[in-house]
Every structure is written in structure tokens, then in C-alpha cells.
């Protein structure tokens, strides 16, 4: 989670928790193991503090600490992600799998998270593509950049101040990027209709390539189409 992306606290919140919180955050954004100091310097808090919330993590198994002392996510974790939309994963991944294999890119599964990020919900890439796109699931990126976000916010009723970019992709049916979320990757998205729990979402391509723009956006549209009526 980037500084922009800080959460603001208000009187109803839990100051403690929230900063226990963090600590899961920014290992899962750094994706290395980190130590007590680093932690403690990127959570804002004092290391006497830091250890008391690693300590009490460590007990839940939600953190693992090596030989080193450095810590990274633990086990527990995984339990706890795994009913997430559970449904609408299991729907949607054999779509996945075949529109990543029919392009030979790699297809993801993106939902809104709030009014300003999309997350990446799953990612699947291709069987039969000797190189492609690679980026984890759970990766936050700002709604009004990359393919992905437009084409849920061209789902939506136009707003003032929307880029171009989100009424082209009202207009076509998918949405076109490049470089806005990863560096010299063109990436291609259409909205699911009738969005799951009134949740928005995208289905898109990570390529390249952008040689056949018509192909990719006519295969996300149907995979689009499928898992909107197989999870609506």
C-alpha cells in the first residue's frame, strides 16, 4: 500500500489495530522478508512496538520468522483468504484458464475496492506461452489507471472529469492501456456485467503485443459475458 493509498483513521477506528494491520501490508507489498527495524520503520511506529504486533501475529501464525530474524506472511493466512468469493473463483477460473490459453496471455480477474482502487482477484496465466506477463494476486492499483479500472468505471454511468479513455471503452465494450501499471505492457479489459453482490469487475489480458487489439477485446467481452452469467 502506497502512501497515497494510506488509510485515514477517524475516532471509530482502532489506532492498534490498524497499525497491526499495516505490518501484513507492507510485507505482502514488499514481498521479501523484512526485519523487526524495517518493519517498524514502515509501519511508523517505535521497534519496542513493532515486536509486540510481530510477536502477536507470529502467535496466529499470520507472520514466520527465519533463521535470520526476518519475517515473512505466514500460514495462516491462507485459510483465511480462501473462502474469499470463493464462488465466484471457482466460476470463473476454468474462463480464465481458457482465455489465457486462446490469446496466450495472461488473463485476470480484477474487482473494485472503493471508489478510487481496483484489486486483482486472480490471475492465470497462459499453458502455452514461452513468455508472458507475471504479477501477483492481490496487487491495489488506482481505478482511473490500466485497463482493468476503466472498464469497470465504463460499466458505470459517466461521471465529470472521466478520461476519454473511459468513453471509448463505453463505446467499443472493452477498454485499452499502456504502461500505466506495469512498464511496456499493453493491457486489454471489458466490465462484467451485472457485477456479483452489486461488486464491479473487469476481466482482461496482460500482452506485450498489441497487434490484434479487435481479437483480444472480442475474447475479453465473451469471458466477460460468461462469468457475469455463470456468477450474477
Not at 519475517?71 to 465466484?88: N, S, Y
Not at 514461452?130 to 476503466?150: E, K
Not at 468505471?153 to 472521466?162: D, H, T
Request: glycine share 8%; no cysteine.
Amino acid at each position: 500500500m502506497s502512501e497515497e493509498d494510506e488509510v485515514v483513521l477517524d475516532s471509530s477506528m482502532s489506532k492498534t489495530l490498524h497499525s497491526g494491520l499495516r505490518v501484513l501490508e507492507v510485507l505482502s507489498a514488499r514481498g521479501t522478508a523484512m526485519t523487526i527495524t524495517e518493519i517498524a520503520d514502515a509501519v511508523g511506529v517505535h521497534r519496542t512496538v513493532a515486536h509486540r504486533f510481530v510477536r502477536t501475529l507470529e502467535a496466529h501464525r499470520l507472520l514466520r520468522r527465519d533463521r535470520a530474524k526476518r519475517f515473512h506472511l505466514g500460514t495462516g493466512l491462507v485459510p483465511l483468504a480462501e473462502p474469499v468469493e470463493r464462488d465466484l473463483r471457482t466460476a470463473a477460473l476454468p474462463l480464465l484458464e481458457e482465455l489465457a490459453d486462446e490469446v496466450s496471455a495472461t488473463a485476470h480477474l480484477v474487482v473494485q475496492e472503493d471508489p478510487r482502487h481496483v484489486r486483482a482477484l486472480m490471475v492465470v496465466e497462459p499453458r502455452n506461452a514461452s513468455v508472458h506477463v507475471a504479477f501477483r494476486p492481490g496487487q491495489l492499483d488506482a481505478i482511473d489507471r490500466g485497463s482493468a479500472g476503466l472498464a469497470i468505471l465504463s460499466g458505470q454511468p459517466p461521471r465529470e472529469g472521466e478520461r476519454d479513455e473511459v468513453g471509448t471503452a463505453r463505446t467499443r465494450g472493452y477498454a485499452v492501456s499502456f504502461g500505466e501499471v506495469v512498464p511496456s505492457v499493453h493491457g486489454v479489459s471489458a466490465p462484467v456485467p451485472n457485477g456479483r453482490d452489486g461488486a464491479q469487475l473487469s476481466v482482461g489480458v496482460s500482452v506485450f503485443d498489441l497487434a490484434d487489439v479487435e481479437r483480444l477485446g472480442a475474447a475479453v467481452r465473451a469471458t466477460a459475458q460468461l462469468i457475469g452469467h455463470v456468477a450474477g
